[in-house]
């Protein structure tokens, strides 16, 4: 019966990695439509778009991670 509850409770915490590819398609829409609205600053842009990136990456390295713990 544990087994089936870490099935389960993996199965849900994955659900933040539906959040994280929106978030990081999200990051990189409003990037291209910044720099096609503003192109003097593109390298400015980047920078911040990356490190968004970055940032949103990990939340999904931290969700693959509890999983492991879950499921292990």
Do not use: D, Q, W
Not at 22 to 27: E, F, M, N, S
Request: aromatic share 12%; glycine share 12%.
């Amino acid at each position: 019966m544990i087994v089936e509850f870490k099935m389960v409770g993996a199965g849900l915490a994955t659900i933040a990695l539906g959040g994280v590819g929106i978030g990081i398609g999200t990051i990189f829409s409003s990037s291209l439509e910044s720099t096609s609205r503003n192109p003097s600053i593109v390298k400015t842009l980047f920078n911040y778009a990356i490190l968004g990136f970055a940032l949103t990456e990990a939340i999904a390295l931290f969700t693959i991670m509890i999983v492991f713990l879950i499921l292990f």
